[in-house]
């Protein structure tokens, strides 16, 4: 297990495995605290499939990539709470009067028998993917990070996305005020377009344009 502490003179880095600790000058950064594995990922006898999950009784919140089950985070921040609410209703609004709905997690997203998730907040345009839950990929998906999701979101998840063929996949990084946002051309994401709290994020969907002083406010 690989821990990262970042101090604002040092970088202390510790491989419990090997017991060793390295110190390493960097410039100054603020404090962070990163775990290098999915903590979420949770044991299973097997891969677990969409007629299993539907069927369970269980009041756990959880997500399956690729048939393997993924806790969701603990409670959410205040900070990821606000910015979720501003994204929603920024998207709701400018979305009126189109055949676009946006949702917000809780709700089940259906990609194949062994992937469905529950986005932060997505966009969908084809009324026939909208039922009960969602079957079909979201025009956007936005996911906001925290230090419980985001290596499951950057990584995991952003293949799973590119995979299914969402059109926008953008990251929220509430502390650092900037997002990432991936276009799909040609079934795979471009290289991120990284904008800062004080920029507009340009939406290839109906052309919306959102002040991140807005989301970020």
Known sequence: ??????????????????????????????????????PLKKESKGKITWKEYISSKTE???EVIDGEIYDMSPSPSERHQTILGNFYFLLRERLKGTSCRVYLAPLDVYLDEFNFVQPDIFVVCDREKIKDR????????????????SLKDKRLKKALYEKFGVKEYIIVHPDELIIERYLL?????????????????????????????????
């Open 134 to 149: 969602i079957y079909g990929a979201p025009d956007i998906i936005i996911e906001i990070l925290s230090p419980f999701t």
């Open 60 to 62: 756990e919140r959880y």
């Open 185 to 217: 051309i040609e079934n795979k994401y471009t290289e991120p377009d990284i904008l800062g709290h004080d920029e507009v994020l340009k939406l290839t969907l109906h052309d919306i344009e959102i002040p991140l002083t807005e989301i970020f406010e």
């Open 1 to 38: 297990m690989l821990f990262i502490i970042a101090t604002f003179t040092e970088v202390i880095i510790t491989d419990y495995s090997l017991e060793q600790v390295t110190l390493v000058d960097i410039p100054e950064k603020p404090l962070v605290f990163l775990n290098m594995e999915y």
